[in-house]
């Protein structure tokens, strides 16, 4: 989902084609904080909840903190750890057909739990090399109806991670020391969560209030879309009453925070989008250009790297080719340091596009497959009135928080 995923368990976490981010431990932060934070003011847990709390065995010390947090709101905590080598495991030793049973199992875990809380724990994002595309095109789709299951229930789902938890493998790919990533992750957590509330409230009002959106970026991106009466879902930190009383994606939280999101109007996106650099697994993709026509992909280049999506976007079944979401990112902790790599869907400015399955989003396209792009500098403007402005959150949208 988006690139991000709801994980319910690990298992049903496996979506190559939308990895959830990279593990590690919480160097530099206070455990007992972190774990305080995540459980009564992200997760918002109640008295009598059932939590399943998933991370790695990196993350020890920090499952065994949300899980005491959880226990002082009343809570019943579910612990999973997880490995690189199992997952990997279970796609060469589980026979295929397998997964149903699994799914249909893991199905009756999600009719009892209220909220799940997941620590990314990957550290080698080239853990699954080798496994064939249609082997995890199969098992994507045999647990996708858990995923719509836990949207449909409105089951609370806080990810600490959001494709930045800092890892050497992430730092080298961002051309910068793991402690300077330490340092932006930490900080993008720590952001004024009120602050942050009142510049996503005023870029949903603008998304919200519109009727077409376009997007322009010096690197060709040419497209625009209609996002009429669709709903958009502002990923604040926070999971409030009231999100969980409009259910579905607004119960979904990614930390760092700090995204304003939509899925437009089925068949409306048409142009052309140029994404100078993108990943599947540890494959980079270079100048990756996807041209669309009444919402659907017609084309697919790139520079290079292509060789390395093609077979899982091959794999996928029906609405892979299809526009999903765009992503306007609001966090200010989170900026790219000077000459580096660094890109992040919270990052304020930012915009981010994707192809494939925006259930996430409110969306009504369940293909278990996605790939995304960022497109830092961009201009992305509502009905003619410019909201980003070469890569900048408008004057009007950051003084709303002021």
Known sequence: MKAKVIAIVALSGVTLAVPCGYGGSP????TAQIAAKLVGQSANIKEKEVVFVTGGTANLDLLDAIAIEVQKAGALPVVTVDTESRIRRTYEEVPAQKDALIAQTELKLVDVMTANINIDFVENPGYLDGVPPGRMAARSQAFEPVDQAALKRNIK???LGNGLYPTAALATRFGISKDELARIFWGGVN???????????????AFGAGKEVRLTNPNGTDIKMRIEARPNFVSDGVISDADVRRGGPACLVWLPAGEVY???????????????????????ILGLTLTFKAGKMTAMTAKSGLEALKPHYDAAGPGKDEFAFIDVGINPNVQAPANSKFQSYVQAGMVTVGIGGNTWAGGTNQVPFGH???LPGSTLAVDGKVLIEKGALAPEIRSASR
Do not use: C, M, W
């Not at 160097?27 to 206070?30: D, G, L, Q, V």
């Not at 952001?191 to 009002?205: E, F, I, N, P, R």
């Not at 939509?262 to 980079?284: F, H, M, N, W």
């Open 262 to 284: 939509l899925a437009p109007v089925p068949g409306t996106a048409e142009g052309k989008v140029v994404i100078d650099r993108s990943y599947i697994q540890d494959d980079e």
């Open 27 to 30: 160097e530099s932060a206070n």
């Open 157 to 159: 789902s806080v990810n």
């Open 372 to 374: 995304h792009g960022f």
């Open 191 to 205: 952001v004024d969560y009120t602050a942050l509330q009142t510049t996503g409230d005023a870029v949903s009002k």
